[in-house]
């Protein structure tokens, strides 16, 4: 059963991932393909750039409950089947959150180009230790706010996630914190590498700022 219940989980969050919200939403209420427009990313950034609020904000909701519904799914089948895997409980969590945001990433349904993920693992970093999530949110908004970079502010999130992970379930007596903080670095990773760009025009001064103005 922990076999089926670990193919499942990856498949599941994974194919879940896959359907991009940005590309759908875009689709549905403007009969266009974001990928066409701004900075070509399927992502909610770029959705509001474009398109504006009322559209980001339905592609928002959807992002929030797919990578919620992916950890909720697994999370409950694993515990009603009485699955551990690898003597940590949280460790299908991690695994269904990890996938569904490789399916966010690399969509096998638009040929493996989607989103960075910032959002996506934001939800599922939610679904899955809420405290660390929040602490690790504080490192989001709080260089956002100073700076206005979505992208800076989605690097500095993502690299303070594993440390985050693994401090805050030490001190609350975790049972695989290291385990659970490696899962939060393979997170973390995928979104600085996917980040590859805005590195580089952060470094060289040509990275666009987030702006609140009406579009």
Avoid: W
């Amino acid at each position: 059963m922990t076999v089926l219940i670990v193919l499942f989980s990856i498949i599941f969050s994974y194919l879940l991932g896959s359907m991009n919200s940005a590309i759908t939403v875009c689709k549905i209420m403007q009969g266009k393909d974001i990928r066409d427009y701004g900075s070509g990313n399927a992502g909610l950034t770029n959705v509001l750039r474009v398109f504006g609020k009322p559209t980001a904000a339905v592609t928002l909701i959807i992002d929030l409950i797919k990578g919620v519904a992916a950890v909720t799914v697994c999370r409950l089948l694993a515990e009603h089947f009485g699955v551990v895997l690898l003597d940590n409980e949280m460790t299908v969590r991690y695994l269904s959150g990890l996938f569904v945001m490789l399916g966010h990433v690399f969509p096998i349904f638009y040929g493996f180009h989607g989103g960075k993920g910032v959002l996506l693992t934001a939800t599922t970093a939610l679904a899955i230790d809420p405290v660390a999530c929040g602490i690790a949110f504080t490192f989001f908004i709080v260089p956002l706010v100073i700076f206005k970079y979505v992208s800076l502010s989605s690097i500095i999130a993502a690299t303070s996630y594993p440390i985050v992970t693994l401090v805050s379930q030490y001190l609350r007596d975790y049972d695989k914190p290291l385990l659970n903080a490696a899962f939060a670095l393979a997170m973390g990773a995928i979104i600085v590498i996917k980040h590859h760009d805005n590195i580089k025009r952060l470094l060289s001064g040509n990275e666009s700022k987030l702006s609140f103005k009406k579009q």
